[in-house]
């Protein structure tokens, strides 16, 4: 395919940050795989944890394993965007985590607690709130669970979190419900699509080739 002559290519669109929050067992890790999968434009934000690799992470990959110290040296040299304490260990996003991909024009997913979501609504304006949840509390404990990984003090405990969590709910602008993957799939893509097309992102890039009046 020839390009036509003295039509040039599109200005390159600063990445959007999309914040993703949600209670353990809603399916986050399912529904924003298969999001990656299905838009090669859309990254995943890589966190710094405290916590343990589990089986199969790597570091740098799945998250950025660093020790205790380690990570409040980060917070008092003012690494972070964002960090939050949740189920004893802590967890945070760093500045260039978000700077690099945005600045070169990839979309973002930062998977994080509703503290650190509070945060980004300060120190990231430009970024997009969603919030995944499953279609009932019923259903949610049935999948904490179906993984039959944790005890009972610890899947009541996960309830308990899921029902504060859920108080946040009203901070985020777009809410997913997780009743069936491949829809909630398709109700984020298209969350991601619309705000790629929100006019304060558009008009931008084109305001010095078009009289908007």
């Known amino acids: 395919m020839t390009r036509a002559s003295g039509i040039e290519p599109a200005p390159l669109r600063p990445g959007i940050p999309f914040v993703v929050s949600g209670p353990s067992g809603a399916g986050k890790t399912s529904i924003l795989r298969h999001v990656l999968e299905r838009d090669p434009s859309v990254l995943f934000s890589v966190s710094h944890t405290t916590r343990e690799p589990r089986p199969g992470e790597q570091d740098g990959k799945d998250y950025f394993f660093v020790d205790d110290k380690r990570f409040r040296a980060l ?20 500045r260039e ?15 994080v607690e509703v503290q650190g979501a509070r945060q980004l609504r300060e120190r990231s304006p430009g970024a997009v709130f969603v919030f995944l949840i499953p279609p009932s509390l019923e259903v949610l404990e049935h999948r904490l669970r179906g993984r039959g990984s944790d005890g009972e003090a610890v899947i009541q405990k996960r309830l308990e979190r899921a029902r504060e969590e859920l108080r946040e709910i009203h ?31 558009v008009l931008p890039l084109w305001k ?5 009046g």
């Open 97 to 111: 985590a978000v700077a690099g991909p945005t600045r070169e024009g990839f979309d973002l997913i930062l998977e």
């Open 208 to 212: 010095d080739r078009m009289d908007f």
């Open 75 to 94: 917070i008092d040299e003012g690494a972070f965007l964002e960090w939050a304490s949740y189920q004893e260990h802590l967890y945070g996003t760093s």
């Open 171 to 201: 901070g985020y602008r777009y809410v997913v419900v997780n009743a069936e993957i491949d829809q909630a799939v398709r109700d984020f893509l298209h969350i991601i699509a619309a705000s790629r097309l929100e006019r304060e992102r």
